[in-house]
C-alpha cells in the first residue's frame, strides 16, 4: 500500500511541476521543434552554420563583374555595359598558429601548428584570423557609348570607386 501511495503523492508532485513550469516548458519544446525541422528555401541538413559563415565570405568574380554591368548600364549614355575584371592575387585566409619554440646549446627550433576547432560532428575546422580579398589589376568596360568623353569619364570615375584602381588600369571601350 505504502508503495500505491508514494506513487499517486510523486504523481501529484510532478502534475504541480507541470501546472507551475508549464510556459518554461512549452518554449523550451517550442525551441527544440525549430533546431529539429529544416529552414524553408531547401537549407536542410546539407548547410552546417560553418559552412554558411564561410560561403559568404567567399569572393565570386562573375558575381561582382554581373552587378557592375547592371550598375554601370543605368549611367545615362552608356547603354548596354559589359565588364572583365582581372585579378592581381587570389583570395586568402590567414590562420591562426599556435608557436612554440625549443632552445638548445647550439640552435632555435620553432614548431608551428594550425589552431582548430571542433565544429560538432566529428568536422574540424581552422581557425581563420584574417580574410584576404583579391586585388585588382585592371577593368575593361566595352559599352555602346564608350567613345563619348563625358560616358567615359562617369564610367572611369565608378569603376574606379568599386575597385580601388587608378584610372590609367580601367579602359573603356566602344561597342555594338
Do not use: N
Not at 19 to 26: N, P, S
Not at 30 to 51: F, K, M, R, S, T
Amino acid at each position: 500500500m505504502k508503495g500505491a501511495e508514494a506513487a499517486v503523492q510523486a504523481g501529484k508532485k510532478l502534475a504541480g511541476a507541470l501546472e507551475k513550469y508549464k510556459f518554461v516548458l512549452l518554449v523550451l519544446l517550442a525551441g527544440i521543434l525549430l533546431l529539429v525541422l529544416p529552414l524553408p528555401g531547401g537549407g536542410g541538413a546539407e548547410e552546417l552554420p560553418g559552412e554558411t559563415a564561410a560561403a559568404g565570405a567567399e569572393f565570386d568574380l562573375d558575381a561582382l563583374e554581373r552587378r557592375m554591368e547592371a550598375a554601370l548600364s543605368r549611367i545615362e549614355g552608356a547603354g548596354e555595359v559589359s565588364v572583365v575584371l582581372t585579378l592581381r592575387s587570389g583570395t586568402r585566409q590567414v590562420l591562426a598558429q599556435d608557436v612554440s619554440s625549443a632552445r638548445s646549446q647550439e640552435d632555435q627550433e620553432e614548431d608551428r601548428t594550425t589552431v582548430v576547432v571542433s565544429a560538432g560532428s566529428g568536422r574540424e575546422e581552422a581557425v581563420a584570423l584574417q580574410q584576404i580579398y583579391p586585388q585588382f589589376q585592371g577593368a575593361l568596360v566595352v559599352c555602346a557609348g564608350g567613345d563619348d568623353p563625358a560616358v567615359q569619364l562617369k564610367l572611369v570615375e565608378a569603376v574606379s570607386a568599386l575597385t580601388g584602381l587608378g584610372s590609367d588600369k580601367i579602359s573603356i571601350c566602344k561597342g555594338r
